[in-house]
């Protein structure tokens, strides 16, 4: 089967990546995107069923749309990354935890005490009320550990209060809609058609047990299933996926993540750029990196909200590259230096290490030397 799609020929080594990947690793659907000075010059798709408009759930690179919205809100001074989150939200209490430090992953809260039920966590109010009554793992702004789920209820509540919508709501007015992004945080029904299915790579290896502080945060306390591919609850489930989890569950195809990023670092067909150079500069500033709170000896690097690059982790354009990944191999970001939006997005799971969109990007890289 033959990739669908175009790229210009200036980026024909991007093309040439993304059909090896196929042959190379257990690929079943995937699609890369890239935007160079806010224009496509890459959009690849292949896989059975897959189409220009498929979406695909991407994880975490939810992320990106939360702390870009935070970002947009603050650009307008709208919001201080670097006040008390209890100046917006007087209930969250914790008077030294700001936004910055849940968008560095340093606010003390990765995982949550309470055990919630599906229904409650997808009901939005119940996590806030936990959110409130958490107090934090260690003294906040001192440590990191990934924040996973509690990062997009805590700042998507921030949204919500700022805006009255909630993160998955605002993003569309604010950004998608105007711009026509095929990204959603909660996937309205009209769009389950042109859904992509998740499946595991064969060899996977297992899971850590469900009371591991990994699992407990990537399952909000067991109320997800993860992956949970056939499973109630788990990232295949429509319940979920029309939900809005802003930390972990938005839906997207390659061209909408690629869009936004581009959008936010040069504009796309004429818009003018979402971020300022200095917006920019501040979202990659390191926030955090080396050993977590839990003695893990991490290679990523984390700014304000993204992903850096990092050469022992995920090489990237250079220090103004910015973005995020997801469970599933999926990866997004954005460099204003470079002009460049990027993203690649896959049905097939393949765990930790793997290379596939790293692969691209060093394509990208390539391209532009």
């Given amino acids: 089967m033959e990739s669908d799609g175009w790229a210009d020929e200036r980026f024909g080594v991007v093309a040439d990546t993304f059909a090896r990947n196929f042959t190379d690793f257990d690929e079943d659907g995937a699609a890369v995107t890239v935007y160079a000075g806010g224009r496509k010059v890459v959009e690849l798709w292949r896989g059975e069923g897959w189409q220009q408009d498929t979406v695909v759930p991407v994880f975490s690179c939810a992320k990106a749309i939360v702390s870009i919205c935070v970002h947009l809100l603050a650009q307008q001074g709208r919001l201080d990354l670097d006040a008390p989150v209890s100046d917006v939200w007087p209930e969250f209490g914790k008077p030294r935890i700001t936004p910055r430090m849940v968008l560095g992953h340093r606010a003390g809260l990765p995982v949550l005490d309470r055990t919630l039920t599906f229904a409650e966590v997808t009901s939005w109010t119940p996590v806030i009320r936990a959110i409130e009554?958490?107090?934090?793992?260690?003294?906040?702004?001192?440590?990191?550990?990934?924040?996973?789920?509690?990062?997009?209820?805590?700042?998507?509540?921030?949204?919500?209060?700022?805006?009255?919508?909630?993160?998955?709501?605002?993003?569309?007015?604010?950004?998608?809609?105007?711009?026509?992004?095929?990204?959603?945080?909660?996937?309205?029904?009209?769009?389950?058609?042109?859904?992509?299915?998740?499946?595991?790579?064969?060899?996977?290896?297992?899971?850590?047990?469900?009371?591991?502080?990994?699992?407990?945060?990537?399952?909000?306390?067991?109320?997800?299933?993860?992956?949970?591919?056939?499973?109630?609850?788990?990232?295949?489930?429509?319940?979920?996926?029309?939900?809005?989890?802003?930390?972990?569950?938005?839906?997207?195809?390659?061209?909408?993540?690629?869009?936004?990023?581009?959008?936010?670092?040069?504009?796309?067909?004429?818009?003018?750029?979402?971020?300022?150079?200095?917006?920019?500069?501040?979202?990659?500033?390191?926030?955090?990196?080396?050993?977590?709170w839990s003695g893990m000896d991490s290679p990523a690097r984390w700014g304000s909200g993204f992903l850096l690059d990092a050469a022992g982790f995920r090489p990237l354009l250079g220090e103004r590259s910015f973005g995020n990944d997801g469970a599933g191999g999926q990866f997004a970001f954005g460099d204003d230096e470079y002009g460049i939006g990027f993203a690649y997005v896959a049905s097939r799971m393949v765990g930790y290490g793997d290379a596939r969109a790293t692969r691209l990007i060093a394509a990208v890289r390539e391209s532009l030397q």
Avoid: C, K
């Avoid at 009255?164 to 809609?177: E, K, N, V």
């Fill in 133 to 292: 009554e958490q107090e934090p793992l260690w003294e906040p702004g001192t440590a990191y550990e990934y924040h996973a789920h509690v990062y997009g209820f805590l700042l998507g509540e921030l949204i919500r209060r700022v805006t009255g919508l909630t993160p998955g709501a605002y993003f569309r007015q604010a950004i998608a809609d105007d711009l026509g992004l095929r990204a959603w945080i909660g996937l309205p029904e009209a769009e389950f058609p042109h859904l992509a299915r998740l499946s595991e790579a064969a060899g996977r290896p297992p899971l850590p047990g469900p009371e591991t502080l990994l699992m407990r945060m990537v399952t909000m306390n067991g109320a997800f299933a993860f992956p949970g591919l056939g499973e109630p609850h788990g990232w295949n489930d429509p319940e979920l996926l029309a939900a809005e989890i802003p930390g972990a569950g938005a839906v997207a195809s390659a061209t909408g993540l690629a869009g936004l990023f581009a959008a936010a670092v040069t504009g796309i067909d004429g818009s003018p750029r979402l971020l300022s150079p200095e917006t920019v500069t501040g979202a990659v500033r390191e926030q955090s990196a080396g050993r977590t």
